[in-house]
């Protein structure tokens, strides 16, 4: 989207209204003049439950994974490797089951491009994993433990010159590159580009061009995908752009959750740092890739601050601080933190309640916390969903999935600001029992 | 034991518990006495664990403690010192799931309480449980899983044992963070646990130790 001349002069909340307004008139060729408007009646679902207000429908936005390649027959490796398969069966999915939210699309991830960049941070379908299965990080210290004060000193340098080339066997060659900031006048500009007539580095540019492409391919049919499903049948997407916690982006992909835990320990200032650092950029990347898509919210996962995984001392003083800098700083950028809560969250909801985040601008969406206490205790402030559990999808009985819809929305959506969703991303459910979900939220969210 | 080993191993300060157990090893402390003093502080962070006052960094931490005082500790201990072992436990992450921290977490917790625990790793096929837990006559096996596709392996393995003639000589528990009554039903095991606490505790009331 074009963000107007005088956006500077907005305030957030103008800023918020100008997004929503962009993302509820998204301009696209819609099939019929009536799914226009099923498009527009869905984007306001969420515009009323993000202002705690009671929706003409409670909406229901599951996260699907690899769910509609299993209903359809076909494998992980064929979703991540055959993007017809991708493209059919995800336009299927949403026309077979019509749910209000077309979620994670970019969470079908393209084989051939991690082939090209011999990606060593995941095993995927065909690459490590069984062909039936879904991409799994592979737990290691892809940071190491004393580089804390590179990271801290220059993120971009340590990304491109240390981390990158661990993690991507096609990017080894940026390590014997200067970095850029070495740029900076005319005498030293040879000496830095020498390092590109490095045979290995040569072989890496290609190797990226070629990823270029691979990723092209892919946006093309992901595009594609997302644009039958919300043209055709207008459904709005439920993530335009994604970001992470700072402790998560240090404990995922880089220390592992098992460094940073005994990081915590050893060098718990430098560990503060570091996500201090991290902020701005947590900011700005959801603030580009929100800009681009035109819509508003941020998908935001979270994972290593979940009950048990660190005490509330921890939790407040480790975890929160900086997370919270992340989702006010979106929040002044009119942007929709849509926090996807991994876990439990039953010890942290007084503390995510925060009312230095102002009211009805975000939505956190939970899996296995106790839904009555986080609609009293988060739900007076923020939008919250989620919930239905992973083994009821996958092992539970239509009855089952009735009674507990019934159940959850009967505890938590009869005023408002609740979506009906799973709490976790799905790649397996019984049909029988996903079909009663969407059904039941029909029924009882009326 | 001139004593502050098990204080500083309860508190994780990780570089008094090392300099100690050094200290009293090279002093001529019986090295049996410093396993004791060990154990009795992992008491103490299991108790606290399931009470609710430590976590799982913790519980990372004092393993990470004891993975050193051990390294200190062979030299001084004859192959067959550590003490009876109270049953054999085979650990894997079922076949299609790679995630090990719930199950590593769990292995170390079973070792210090003085079972036998032989960990298969990750992604482990269903005929290498079956054979492993053969070998060795394990009485616990434990399978864990973070996706929901390991509900399906957890099923095939608990299968397979069956199959093997097993299932009546071992007890089965499941553990990962989907897991349910209602998967330790579709897979065909005993119990879950939803912890490291819980697994070493089921484990115990199996093997004789009642918990």
New interface residues.
């Given amino acids: 989207m074009t963000l107007p001349e005088n956006w500077n002069e907005l305030t957030p909340d103008e800023r918020l209204q100008v997004r929503l307004d962009a993302w509820q008139n998204i301009p696209i060729e819609f099939a019929t003049p009536e799914v226009a408007k099923a498009y527009r009646d869905r984007v306001q679902l969420y515009r009323d439950v993000l202002e705690l207000k009671k929706p003409a429908t409670v909406p229901i936005a599951p996260w699907i994974g690899l769910l509609p390649f299993r209903f359809y027959g076909h494998t992980g490796k064929q979703a991540y490797y055959d993007y017809e398969i991708f493209k059919e069966d995800w336009f299927r999915f949403h026309e077979d089951t019509r749910p209000d939210g077309l979620g994670l699309t970019l969470g079908i991830v393209p084989g051939k491009l991690f082939d090209i960049l011999d990606y060593h941070l995941y095993?995927w379908p065909g690459h490590?994993?069984?062909d039936?299965?879904?991409y799994?990080?592979?737990?290691q210290e892809w940071m190491k433990g004393d580089e804390y004060a590179a990271l801290i000193q220059d993120p971009g340098s340590y990304w491109q010159r240390t981390y990158l080339p661990r993690v991507f066997g096609a990017m080894e060659p940026f390590s014997m590159l200067a970095p850029w900031t070495d740029l900076v006048e005319i005498p030293f500009t040879a000496p830095f580009f020498a390092g590109f007539s490095a045979p290995p580095v040569k072989e890496m540019l290609k190797k990226l061009a070629e990823a270029g492409d691979a990723a092209m391919e892919w946006l093309q049919a992901a595009m594609a995908a997302d644009g039958s499903v919300m043209a055709g049948l207008g459904i709005p997407q439920t993530a335009g752009g994604a970001t992470k916690a700072p402790y998560d982006i240090l404990g995922d992909t880089m220390r592992g959750?098992?460094g940073l835990?005994?990081d915590?320990?050893?060098q718990p200032e430098n560990v503060k740092a570091a996500m201090e650092r991290l902020v701005p950029q947590a900011i700005d990347w959801a603030v580009r890739s929100n800009n681009m898509t035109g819509n508003p919210l941020v998908f935001i996962p979270i994972h290593k601050g979940a009950d048990?995984?660190?005490?509330d001392a921890?939790f407040k003083e480790l975890y929160w601080p900086t997370f919270k800098a992340v989702l006010l700083g979106l929040i002044e950028q009119g942007l929709v933190p849509w926090v996807f809560v991994e876990?439990s969250y039953n010890e942290r909801l007084e503390v995510i309640a925060d009312e230095e985040i102002p009211a009805h601008r975000m939505v956190w969406m939970f899996d296995?916390t106790d839904m009555a206490r986080a609609k009293a205790i988060v739900g007076k402030r923020q939008c919250i969903g989620g919930n239905v559990?992973?083994?009821?999808?996958?092992?539970?009985t239509p009855e089952e999935m009735d009674a507990y819809v019934k159940d959850l929305l009967g505890r938590t959506a009869q005023d408002g600001g609740f979506i009906l969703s799973s709490g976790?991303v799905?790649?397996?459910a019984d049909p029988a029992v996903y079909h009663a979900f969407i059904e039941a939220g029909r029924k009882y969210g009326k | 034991m001139s004593g502050g080993l098990k204080e500083a191993v309860i508190e994780l300060r990780e570089e008094d518990a090392l300099r100690i157990a050094g200290e009293e090893l090279q002093g001529g402390t019986d090295p049996l006495e410093v396993v004791a003093a060990c154990r009795e502080a992992m008491d103490v962070i299991g108790r606290r664990f399931a009470d609710g006052e430590a976590f799982i960094p913790e519980l990372i931490m004092a393993g990470e403690i004891m993975t050193g005082i051990t390294a200190m500790l062979k030299p001084y201990l004859k192959a067959d010192s550590g003490g009876d072992k109270l049953g054999t436990v085979v650990m894997c992450t079922v076949q299609g799931d790679i995630h090990d921290i719930g199950k590593d977490i769990v292995v170390t917790m079973l070792d210090i309480a003085g079972f036998n625990v032989i960990d298969l790793g990750v992604d482990v096929p269903v005929a290498k449980v079956v054979e492993t837990v053969r070998e060795n006559k394990a009485q616990v096996l434990g399978l864990s899983g973070l996706l929901t596709v390991a509900f399906d392996s957890m099923r095939t393995t608990v299968a397979a044992v069956a199959e093997a003639g097993l299932r009546d000589d071992v007890k089965i528990m499941l553990g990962g963070a989907p897991v349910t009554d209602a998967v330790v039903e579709y897979a065909g095991a005993d119990a879950w646990g939803k912890d490291a606490v819980a697994a070493v505790e089921l484990a115990k009331s199996w093997v004789g130790g009642a918990s």
């Fill in positions: 095993d490590g994993t069984p039936d299965t879904c799994q990080y592979s737990e959750t098992r835990m005994l915590k320990f050893r048990g995984f660190m005490s921890d876990g296995a559990p992973a083994a009821l999808f996958a092992m539970g976790i799905l790649d397996e």
